[in-house]
């Protein structure tokens, strides 16, 4: 393997547009093994998938050091995926191949058929959740190629026997590796799944709310209804009607579907960086019949929406960053929400009653108020500043009509 350029591609990441930062780096120590142990799988004309590719290391790697000149990736999150994009257009000849024209090349697909039709080696990231490797194991035996090998790394103290279990399910060979820098690679292979069409997405109904809740593989909180939101939803009544509403972080689109329930006369976005969530908000929609009101878009942190363009966001953030506990996750919404807030629009964000964020609501949206406070979490409401006398709401966003 051709260890140089694998360090010229690692040394040159990172991790742009996602939260930048001395302690997050844009590649580890599993990124290195997945490609070690792939070396041995690999010849020039093998057909190579990667999926979970958090800023490009697998993907340019498995170009840079694997001898191969195509590589199909799936990455859920869209700041990976423009990630990828930004180091590889970086990628100039001093620091690695030309990714771009007519060098080696990448093409960025949804999970699916298209991504692993024909695959002989998946290298994988292992994803958080069960629930999510599930889904990824699923797609991989359904589509990969007759005695296609899955390779799939973590971090040892990340990983738990029931990743070997739910891979069990679809593969009849599971094999863990030894166990290098603190990563290990499980080996997967004699896939049992038939090929077929996707499996329907779970669809779960909340007694609570009177809510059908859709949740893809990815999704925060699954089909459940998280403590943070639930405290938030106890505000709706007061909440004003908006002309035009953001679920911003919208997860499985429960804030969305419930606001918009409760304005009929409001269009709301839901928004996330997550395809799977994304997909899911949209299942969530469309199952309690919001379809014609809320809709979806995959964004990292509003970038594509216009200032100016909402009445009200409604947002519970992130609070980690993939493996990390990091405030700079719920500071960059934030910033996005004083800059898409119309002037007086309101902001309704819900965060751990520790987690000291008035003073940067105040900063980057405008006065803010503690509406309410249980044992575990706080809600507040921040008006976006006027901006002076001109000052008035935008048209709405082009994924709207407007
Ligand atoms: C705490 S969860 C809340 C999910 C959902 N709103 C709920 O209440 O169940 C935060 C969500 O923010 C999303 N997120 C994190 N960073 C983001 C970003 N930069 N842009 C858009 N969404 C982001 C995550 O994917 C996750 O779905």
Known sequence: MAQNSLEDVFGALRRHPDVEAPNLQAWDATDRLLLEAAADHVLADTSVAVIGDRYGALTLGALAALGINTVRVHQDLITGERALRNNAAAGGPDTAPPYVGTGPKFEQLPLGKDLLTGADVVLLQLPKTLAELDHIAAAVARHAAPGAVLLAGGRVKHMSLG?????????????????RQKSRVIMATDASEAPGP??????????????DVAAHGAVFAGAKLDIGTRFLLTFLPGMPAARHAVDLGCGTGILAAMYARQNPGSLVTATDQSAAAVASAWG??????????????QDDAMSTLPDGSADLILLNPPFHLGATVHAGAGIKMFEAAGRVLAPAGQLWTVFNRHLNYLPALERLVGPTTVKGQNP?????????????RHGRAAPLPPHMGG
């Open 163 to 179: 990743m070997n279990a739910v891979l069990e399910r679809h593969f009849a060979t599971v094999q863990p590796q030894l166990a």
């Open 198 to 211: 996707e499996p329907v997405p779970a669809l779960a109904h909340l007694a609570e709310l009177n809510l």
């Open 376 to 388: 575990k979490f706080t809600v507040a409401v921040s008006t976006k500043r006027p901006a002076g």
């Open 284 to 297: 969530t929609a469309t199952a309690n019949g919001l379809a014609d009101r809320v809709s979806v878009l």
